[in-house]
């Protein structure tokens, strides 16, 4: 365009006119990725990968999901977002997140996050996730539903964003405090009984590979009621059976409340199965990740 970029574009629209955006991009690799996720930053919900070939055929083929989804974003409720002043990413947050405490209960020290998001979670995600400190003493699984080709760039915009180091899990690895893991595309992420990651090629659940339900019941057989599992935005119903294996299993489990989501689905269907024993906002998600550095249990 021949007055602003996207970015820009984005910026001013979020800012004066804010309307639900969608991201329709070729970008899925170095340079172009990062300014994908700049504009989810800024302010866009999705994005949707551009046919390469750019032939009537390859869009023939993704007409449907692309429908779908500007379907679905056509019913979200955005807000003004006012322009971010660039600062560094370790540098404290323009207003500083003071942390609280997890609700009383039957005490347990806690070994492993668990977090699952869809639509809205790559937003949702750098909010609970970017104002962690370098030590922070557990684990952090997330599973986040993206179109293919563009996880690579989710992980890098978040380890930019981030003091703690973000990555794909590794085969055989075990899940280290201070650290933050993906699974990789096409691949479900679990736990074998030593506690170590390792991929399935198994069915979509819930139409999703890899699924927030496979994790979070992985996660709730190996470390029970030590584990901690939180629910983000996103539509369908993935993880909602998930939480629910994390609650029976005795650990600590939250979905983000309606008026944060940006689309309520997931939650929802957690919150009616009775799996969420704390509906939260984002910030209120953010506060007691912080809280549970302090007090090392829950």
């Not at 172009?32 to 989810?40: H, M, P, Q």
């Not at 684990?139 to 996880?151: A, D, K, M, T, W």
């Amino acid at each position: 365009m021949p007055q602003m970029d996207g970015l820009e574009l984005t910026q001013e629209v979020m800012a004066t006119f804010p309307k639900p955006i969608l991201v329709v991009s070729a970008s899925v690799q170095d340079r172009g990725s990062e300014n994908v996720f700049k504009l989810l930053q800024a302010g866009a919900i999705d994005v949707f990968p551009k046919p390469l070939a750019g032939l009537a055929a390859d869009y023939e083929k993704v007409k449907n999901e692309l429908i779908s989804k500007i379907k679905i974003l056509a019913g979200v409720s955005v807000f003004t977002q006012r322009r971010r002043i660039h600062q560094s990413p370790f540098s404290p947050p323009v207003t500083a997140i003071p942390p609280t405490s997890v609700p009383a209960r039957e005490v347990h020290p806690l070994k492993v996050i668990a977090i699952g998001a869809s639509t809205g979670g790559p937003q949702a995600l750098h909010r609970i996730l970017s104002p962690l400190p370098a030590d922070f003493p557990f684990p952090i699984i997330c599973v986040q539903h993206i179109s293919e080709g563009f996880l690579q760039g989710l992980v890098d915009w978040l380890e930019a964003e981030c003091q703690l180091p973000v990555k794909i899990a590794a085969m055989g690895e075990f899940p280290h405090p201070q650290a933050i893991y993906f699974p990789p595309e096409k691949r479900h992420l679990e736990l074998d009984r030593q506690g170590r990651f390792y991929y399935s090629q198994a069915s979509p659940v819930s139409g999703h590979c890899p699924s927030v339900t496979v994790t979070f019941e992985s996660v709730a057989s190996v470390y029970g009621r030590s584990s901690l599992g939180i629910l983000l935005t996103g539509m369908g119903r993935d993880g909602a059976a998930g939480l629910s294996a994390i609650a029976r299993a005795g650990g600590l489990t939250i979905a983000q409340d309606e008026q944060t989501s940006v689309v309520f689905g997931m939650p929802r269907e957690a919150i009616a199965l009775g799996a969420a024993q704390q509906v939260l906002s984002i910030g209120e998600i953010a506060k007691t990740l912080l809280g549970l550095k302090k007090s090392q249990h829950f």
